[in-house]
């Protein structure tokens, strides 16, 4: 008599089918996703033809949501010979201006998939500082979010002084698309970005913080392959913004602090400067 042996994992007939168990993977844990030549030829032929600081903070900034928005697949698709960058700026590190003493435990910073929109705040403090005396008044704003607020840090990722100093913000990594703190409803995906200072109507914004904003954005903005110019899709993820959560926001790819929430921020002699600083980080990505 021959005996049929089965392939090694092969199913008896009738017999039931054991389940897989599906095994969820953080998608800033998973591997990055290769596209084979071929493919890739493919899509590049189709593209050718202060005092008043912290009472301020809830209006001007507001806290981390947890869940997460998808990311628009189409640009991130898009291969790195299409789009538009720009140079990284001067960044000046969190450790010129944390120190030892002001420094609180927290948790690991969080990310999201990239950064699809950038939001500029003002800080609500005041004006008249020397520009050396910055770091002392970014330590004075964490302070104030990390104390009374109870954040787990700064809730900006990045701010700028008056001489157009960039400062990084919270943590977790200049270059990265880190989660912040500072747009209620849409801190996914998105970067902020604080003046630091009070530029309510009339009050003089200095050219070289705008300029400093706009080499910024163009540069975040740039590493998604995104216009400055342009409106971008961003999901509400809390319905004390001006969209109720789940709903689907068209808003500025370089957008004001109030185009997401109800506030002043950033003030509205810098909210008028907004269609400037979008042109200028346009033409730092090479835009025409």
């Known amino acids: 008599m021959r005996v049929f042996r089965r392939a090694p994992g092969a199913r008896r007939p009738g017999a039931a089918r054991t389940p897989?168990?599906?095994?969820?993977i953080p998608a800033a844990a998973r591997p990055p996703r290769t596209v084979p030549v071929r493919a890739a030829a493919r899509v590049l032929l189709g593209c050718l033809p202060g005092l008043a600081a912290v009472t301020a903070l809830v209006l001007c900034a507001s806290g981390v949501e947890r869940n997460g928005t998808t990311s628009d697949r189409a640009l991130a698709a898009r291969p790195a010979a299409v789009r538009?960058?720009?140079a990284q700026?001067?960044?000046v590190p969190r450790s010129a201006w944390l120190d030892a003493g002001t420094r609180r435990a927290q948790p690991p910073p969080r990310y999201d998939a990239r950064v699809n929109a950038v939001f500029v705040h003002h800080t609500d403090s005041p004006n008249g500082y020397d520009c050396a005396d910055a770091?002392?008044?970014?330590?004075?704003?964490?302070?104030?979010?990390?104390?009374?607020?109870q954040w787990d840090d700064i809730g900006y990722n990045f701010l700028v002084d008056r001489c157009g100093t960039i400062y990084e913000g919270r943590a977790g990594g200049v270059d990265r698309p880190v989660t912040?703190?500072?747009?209620?409803?849409?801190?996914?995906?998105?970067?902020g970005i604080a003046a630091l200072g009070t530029f309510t109507a009339g009050v003089p914004v200095p050219q070289a913080?705008?300029?400093?904003?706009?080499?910024?954005?163009a540069w975040k903005?740039?590493?998604?392959?995104i216009d400055p110019r342009a409106n971008v899709p961003l999901v509400s993820s809390n319905g004390l913004s001006r969209y109720a959560a789940g709903t689907t926001a068209r808003?500025?790819?370089?957008?004001?602090?109030?185009?997401?929430?109800?506030?002043?921020?950033?003030?509205?002699?810098?909210?008028?400067?907004?269609?400037?600083?979008?042109?200028?980080?346009?033409r730092l990505q090479g835009r025409g």
Do not use: E, W
């Open 20 to 24: 897989r168990t599906a095994v969820h």
């Open 84 to 86: 538009h960058s720009a």
């Open 89 to 91: 700026p001067h960044i």
């Open 135 to 149: 770091p002392r008044i970014i330590r004075y704003l964490y302070a104030g979010q990390t104390g009374s607020r």
């Open 180 to 191: 912040g703190a500072h747009t209620q409803g849409f801190n996914h995906g998105t970067t």
């Open 209 to 217: 913080m705008t300029d400093a904003i706009a080499r910024l954005a």
């Open 221 to 225: 903005l740039g590493m998604s392959g």
């Open 251 to 282: 808003l500025p790819a370089l957008a004001g602090h109030k185009d997401g929430f109800m506030t002043s921020c950033p003030g509205a002699a810098l909210s008028a400067l907004l269609p400037q600083i979008r042109q200028t980080a346009a």
